[in-house]
């Protein structure tokens, strides 16, 4: 069903949907939105994974099939074909020896930060350096049986691949939430890529920053070829271990379609927030914390949730407002007519559930006892808590990342961290009599699994062939 179908369904309620309860018909001009279509879960018992909008899927299945032609293209013909795409989609038309930003520019683009930037640059830096590397995990040592030492300690990826998109803005934020959680994990270099911008260079905030956190590696490269071109190596660009970052659907899937060669971060497609909002919520808040979200894209997703109607009926006014006023207006309603809807749930339970089948992005709780409620959160990119808490602190002075899962993968995948730079590395050593504890559990399995040569690895050592005294140090 395309979500232009199910937004006129919704505006009857959940009564319209096929085993739903039924609703008395009056409802729905009490429930008629000006902005935001109403899914009415009131008094139902539905699931409401499928009722929540998110861009239409057959839109990603578009892009992905180009997306898998061009990294093919680039892991088959390197150079040539990223230099295509640049031209292609960025229209920029350099040779290869002119993609990386060279040590002039960078300097350049760090006596330029306006300073006020500069100082907004260096505390989010010293924010988001402190949260990340507190998240180092230390050495696991176990030593409880008797003879045996077991160990496991994180080394550092050695390069790492991390992108700064461009297209609606520049996003210098995006060069601090990378490449802070890999110099927080020891990562020996960093390779950061983003789009061309003005002149074919490189926008001069990203390149500030890049400077700012002592990057010398810069490939003005966007989209799917640059994370392409960092996975597989090309003649110019080297390859790296772990490709990380936001950046439109392209970008998403380009990971998605590289992740056996290196390590990739969560989906980090169209931005999107959840708000649960009850009675104690301030409603210009709300609405000014939607169109926050809806100005990053016209794809973005913005879902409010709330147990009291009242609420709805508050916020409404104030986001016709805050739209209005809004800089970016038409990009702002975009989002809001498309992906985006008020959820009306019967009490905080409900909500909950509703946000745990969303797995937002943002989930922001403007409710009571937002401490509490935020314990039981199991699926968001990222948990806000409270008033004094919006989702925009966490875009820049938080100290949390804010390279998020979207598009309901944070049911299962994380927000950026440094240990996405790390790699647990396991050590084992027993003694003889350690050894000998544990042969019969290695001589059983290996007969049921019909691998005798992993009983006689074992069994020779324990009848003495060419072996030395010795044991764990």
């Not at 640049?86 to 002039?104: H, I, K, M, T």
């Not at 699926?379 to 390279?403: Q, R």
């Not at 009599?433 to 020779?460: I, K, M």
Request: aromatic content about 4%; some cysteine.
């Amino acid at each position: 069903m395309r979500w232009n179908s199910l937004r006129r369904l919704a505006r009857v309620g959940v009564g319209c949907f096929p085993g739903a309860a039924p609703r008395r018909r009056h409802r729905q001009d009490q429930l008629e939105p000006a902005l935001l279509s109403v899914i009415d879960l009131r008094g139902s018992d539905r699931d409401p994974a499928g009722l929540l909008p998110r861009a239409p899927a057959a839109e990603l299945a578009a892009a992905r099939d180009a997306v898998r032609a061009l990294v093919a293209d680039v892991a088959t013909r390197g150079d040539v074909a990223v230099a295509e795409a640049a031209l292609r989609f960025d229209g920029v038309d350099a040779p290869p020896a002119d993609w990386r930003a060279n040590p002039a520019e960078l300097a350049a683009a760090r006596r330029a930060l306006d300073p006020g930037l500069r100082a907004a640059l260096g505390d989010a830096i010293e924010r988001v350096r402190a949260f990340h590397e507190a998240q180092r995990p230390a050495t696991v040592r176990f030593t409880a049986r008797p003879g045996v030492r077991l160990l496991q300690r994180f080394e550092p990826l050695a390069r790492a691949g991390v992108y700064a998109p461009g297209g609606l803005g520049a996003y210098p934020s995006s060069v601090v939430m990378n490449v802070v959680p890999a110099q927080a994990a020891g990562v020996g270099e960093v390779a950061l890529a983003t789009p061309p911008g003005p002149g074919g260079r490189g926008h001069p905030a990203v390149l500030g920053a890049a400077a700012l956190l002592g990057v010398e590696e810069v490939w003005l490269l966007g989209g799917a070829q640059a994370v392409a071109a960092l996975a597989f190596g090309t003649a110019t660009v080297p390859a790296v271990d772990s490709v990380t970052g936001p950046g439109n659907r392209f970008v998403a899937l380009a990971k998605q379609e590289v992740a056996h060669r290196v390590r990739t971060d969560g989906f980090a497609g169209p931005t999107e927030v959840c708000v649960l909002a009850d009675a104690t919520a301030d409603p210009r808040l709300v609405a000014c914390d939607l169109v926050a979200q809806a100005e990053h894209d016209p794809l973005a997703a913005c879902l409010l949730v709330t147990d009291d109607e009242a609420v709805w009926r508050a916020v409404e006014p104030l986001l016709a407002e805050e739209v209005a006023a809004a800089t970016h207006r038409d990009r702002v309603e975009a989002a809001l007519a498309g992906q985006s809807a008020v959820v009306l749930c019967d009490d905080r339970a409900a909500m909950l559930r509703v946000a745990e089948a969303y797995a937002p992005e943002h989930l922001e709780l403007l409710v009571a006892d937002a401490g509490e409620l935020a314990g039981r959160v199991r699926a968001a990119g990222a948990v806000f808590v409270g008033p004094w808490t919006p989702v925009a602190l966490g875009d820049y002075a938080a100290g949390t990342n804010h390279v998020l899962p979207t598009a309901g993968t944070a049911r299962f995948a994380a927000g950026l961290s440094t240990l996405d730079f790390l790699r647990p590395v396991q050590v084992a050593e027993f003694d003889r009599n350690a050894l000998a504890a544990a042969a019969p559990t290695v001589a059983a399995l290996a007969t049921a699994e019909h691998l005798p040569a992993h009983g006689r690895a074992v069994q020779v050592r324990l009848d003495g062939a060419a072996l030395t005294a010795g044991g764990p140090s």
